[in-house]
């Protein structure tokens, strides 16, 4: 079923922006002193490849999806694409664990104790649930939008108040 492209654009927009934050928040964070490990810039590590280059990279996938969905479908895939990575970024920090016993992966984070959870926030949690609730947002706008008229004689009904008269009889 057809539905107008703008049913998830605003939420799919707002993906790709939060999903280019998480992705590239941890390369370009150290130049504000908003890091995790040290403040060096630009540091490429394994645990920043699994919990912020292929979240943010989902995320701006699904919002991408989003943005050109204009079937139901469609934009449910969209939604549980995006919902994926932010669930991702939500949950990585602690699944990351099972496969790095040293119990910091990507270091701790920088700073006092409202830096350090504002940065986790940043980072990960707050990233995380922001991602998934917009993707749930959207998602629910694809399931409760009505379809638009795709025959030419419903269309046409639609215009004269055809259509109309025949509900109220």
Do not use: K, N
């Not at 998480?22 to 810039?41: E, Q, R, V």
């Amino acid at each position: 079923m057809r539905l107008p492209r703008t049913t998830g654009a605003m939420s799919g927009l707002l993906i790709i922006i939060l999903g280019l934050w998480g992705g590239l928040i941890p390369f370009i964070g150290p130049y504000f002193h908003y890091a995790f490990g040290s403040y060096t810039s630009w540091h490429y590590t394994h645990e920043r490849l699994w919990l912020d280059i292929i979240p943010g990279a989902v995320a701006v996938i699904g919002g991408l999806l989003l943005m050109r969905s204009a079937g139901r479908a469609s934009g449910l895939f969209a939604g549980w694409v995006a919902l994926a990575a932010g669930a991702w970024f939500a949950i990585g920090p602690s699944v990351s664990l099972l496969w790095h016993a040293s119990g910091d992966p990507i270091g701790a984070p920088m700073g006092g104790h409202i830096r350090q959870a504002i940065e986790w926030l940043g980072f990960f949690y707050g990233l995380g649930l922001a991602i998934a609730a917009l993707a749930a947002f959207a998602m629910g706008r694809f399931v409760s939008r009505p379809r638009v008229a795709e025959e030419p004689f419903v269309a046409a009904g639609a215009a004269t108040g055809e259509v109309e008269q025949r509900r109220l009889t």
